[in-house]
């Protein structure tokens, strides 16, 4: 065996997920990113670009700035675990690159992320009687190592009373969620601002 003229490249792509409107790591998270570390130690020249990323809600100057935590909120993480904080460059996109409508609760998740890639390199030892037949070639491999996809939601009956606003209070603590709700139940709420008794609301949980 020796070491041969192909390239053997293997890509990593890493993406963690984020809680609505939060910049917080998850746990699931922070285990993704331990999982890529493995790999950026044992390539010292490796650097990464995180790009933070939002979904469609907000606007584009907040989901900038939410893009931007999210993005820091990963290279504090990893330079915590060791890397170098030279090794780490961020970039926000905003929601300039999120594809899901709001409704989708799993595309939403998907889109509120911080991703980057990790391209690892390395000879391949193969018969030194077939190296000939190898050179010139490259492959390239591709894997991905990715959070959770965490996304639910309850039922809540309106009662008499009720307001958006009420809603919003008890279920989030803050009636100024209330658009979050309605954008969710739009097609049960003729008048948002006299919601019919009985109604029975989907209240998302991201």
Same mark, same amino acid.
């Given at each position: ?172 603590? @803050? ?17 948002? @601002? ?13």
């Amino acid at each position: 065996m020796k070491p041969s003229l192909v390239i053997k490249k293997v890509i990593k792509n890493v993406k963690v997920y984020f809680d609505y409107d939060k910049s917080e790591l998850r746990p699931d998270a922070e285990d993704a990113l331990r999982k890529a570390m493995d790999t950026l130690m044992k390539n010292p020249r490796a650097d990464i670009l995180i790009t933070g990323n939002a979904d469609v809600r907000g606007s584009e100057k907040y989901n900038l700035k939410l893009g931007e935590k999210r993005a820091a909120s990963v290279k504090e993480f990893m330079s915590g675990q060791g890397l170098p904080e030279d090794r780490i460059r961020i970039l926000s996109r905003g929601k300039l690159d999120a594809m899901a409508p709001v409704g989708d609760l799993v595309g939403m998740q998907k889109d509120r992320n911080a991703q980057f890639m990790i391209a690892e390199v390395e000879e391949v030892m193969i018969p030194a009687s077939q190296a000939g037949l190898y050179q010139d070639r490259a492959i390239e491999e591709r894997q991905n190592i990715e959070g959770e996809v965490k996304v639910d939601t309850r039922e809540y009956e309106i009662q008499p009373g009720d307001t958006l606003w009420s809603v919003a209070k008890k279920e989030y603590g @803050d009636g100024r969620q209330w658009k979050r709700i309605y954008e969710f139940n739009k097609d049960l709420l003729p008048n948002p @601002d006299r919601p019919k008794k009985g109604t029975k609301l989907r209240i998302p949980i991201e």
